[in-house]
């Protein structure tokens, strides 16, 4: 089925480094959501987006609706080991309620 | 956001076997939706479960594989039907609350042996 390009695959990063990834698609989305899954766990919903350019913070995390509604960012300032995981975009699109999740980015923070 | 548990949490079975996975909502939703992860791999919607008719399945996934059952608005159940190792994944049920944003539940983690 469809996903969305989510970069970077992977990130390595220090205790108290920010970090970028972001999401990307051919087509137009009305929802862009952002989750974080931990082992064994089901992804956990972080920042639900709505509007084209909304920007919305979520303790240490932000993330950004893309204007151009085909894309979408998720900042994460002061990194701390428990910030580990994978990080999924998900987008919906018009008339649907189907979400269609990005490929993931593996976060290691490392003390 | 809604309390969503799943049973059983993880099994190991023998291929050509069935297993039914329940999922459990604390509240009345309408949209209740089954997933499957892959490992090491995103996630994958299988179908919408539709209360008191027929899922609506994806491409690529069938009924007579994946029966769903939702009985009510608070509860529903994926079989999966004569496994094989392929099928071995993570299944997650989601259900939307409000605004769209869906919220899954802890999987199934099943090994097909």
């Known amino acids: 089925g469809q996903q969305l390009n989510q970069s970077p695959q992977s990130m390595f990063i220090q205790e108290g480094e920010d970090v970028s990834m972001n999401c990307t698609s051919s087509?137009?989305?009305?929802?862009w959501l952002w989750y974080k899954q931990e082992p064994g766990e089901g992804p956990v919903l972080l920042i639900a987006?709505?509007?084209?350019?909304e920007l919305t913070s979520n303790g240490r995390l932000t993330a950004q609706f893309g204007i151009t509604r085909k894309d979408s960012f998720l900042n994460i300032s002061a990194s701390i080991p428990s910030d580990v995981g994978i990080y999924f975009c998900?987008?919906?699109?018009?008339?649907?309620?189907?979400?269609?999740f990005g490929t993931g980015t593996r976060l290691q923070v490392f003390p | 956001s809604a309390v969503i548990s799943q049973k059983p949490s993880r099994d190991i079975c023998q291929r050509g076997t069935s297993l039914t996975i329940q999922c459990q909502v604390d509240?009345?939703?309408?949209?209740m939706f089954w997933y499957r992860q892959q490992p090491g791999q995103s996630l994958t919607l299988i179908a919408t479960?539709?209360?008191?008719?027929?899922?609506?399945?994806e491409s690529g996934f069938v009924i007579d594989k994946f029966p769903i059952s939702r009985p009510n608005l608070t509860f529903s159940t994926l079989t999966v039907s004569n496994m094989s190792p392929e099928d071995s994944s993570i299944y997650l049920c989601?259900?939307?609350?409000?605004?769209?944003?869906?919220?899954f539940g802890p999987g199934t983690r099943l090994l097909v042996l």
């Open positions: 989601s259900v939307v609350i409000s605004s769209a944003a869906q919220y």
């Open positions: 087509s137009i989305f009305n929802t």
């Open positions: 987006l709505y509007k084209a350019g």
């Open positions: 998900a987008g919906l699109g018009y008339n649907t309620d189907k979400l269609i």
């Open positions: 509240s009345q939703v309408t949209m």
């Open positions: 479960a539709n209360q008191g008719s027929e899922a609506t399945y």
